[in-house]
């Protein structure tokens, strides 16, 4: 469970969400609204990747103002659109997610693999497609031990097979016990990953529907 309290995320002085209380279950969470809504700064607030004014609470125990460090390795996050230097590779930012997160590198392994990965990620980033950023950024996503993963439009650019290999990783997630929130325009497929939570993100806030 997530407790939002007082949470408010201005840019120059311009209320981009104004959330007083909200809480999120367990599963799978999906967050719908336009572009340009809040979907992507919500999931960045709450992964500690951008500062606001409130409190984010992970389970009543782990409060995201007091240790920002601690809250971080229990938080995901994939961008919409990841962008990394040219010059490194997906390999190293992948290794880079295992040494701070922890995890078990066999098991990142394996996703590589099931995903088709390998056959590129040695190679500098600048040399990759979109999906294969997004695959990189997906994959480091689940380095470690998170109790939630917030993930940004997980299914935009990746090919269909990879769309259901990875709504397939994610059933397995959520059957050990890790919350998933998408923020997404397409549709998911429930007979693989049904969703236990409907929020909708409009007019600077967010209510479940």
């Not at 971080?72 to 930012?93: C, H, L, M, T």
Request: proline share 4%; charged share 20%; hydrophobic share 40%.
């Amino acid at each position: 469970m997530l407790q939002i309290k007082g949470f408010r995320k201005s840019y120059h002085e311009n209320v981009i969400l104004d959330v007083p209380d909200l809480v999120i279950g367990k599963g799978v969470i999906i967050f719908q609204g336009h572009n340009g809504s809040g979907k992507s700064t919500f999931l960045k607030a709450i992964s500690g990747m951008i500062p606001f004014d409130g409190e984010v609470v992970l389970g009543n125990e782990y409060f995201l103002s007091k240790d920002p460090i601690l809250f971080r390795k229990w938080v995901n996050y994939s961008a919409a659109e990841p962008q990394y230097p040219d010059f490194i590779s997906g390999k190293e930012i992948i290794d880079f997610y295992l040494k701070v997160k922890g995890g078990k590198m066999s098991e990142i392994e394996e996703y590589v693999k099931l995903l088709h990965v390998n056959s590129f990620y040695k190679n500098p980033i600048g040399s990759y497609s979109s999906g294969m950023l997004k695959k990189i950024s997906l994959i480091s996503a689940l380095c470690g031990e998170p109790k939630i993963l917030a993930l940004d439009e997980l299914l935009t650019t990746i090919d269909v097979e990879s769309q259901h290999m990875f709504l397939e990783i994610l059933k397995q997630k959520v059957a050990d016990g890790v919350s998933v929130f998408i923020a997404s325009h397409h549709e998911i497929d429930q007979n693989i990953l049904p969703v236990n939570q409907y929020f909708k993100v409009q007019n600077q806030t967010i209510t479940q529907l």
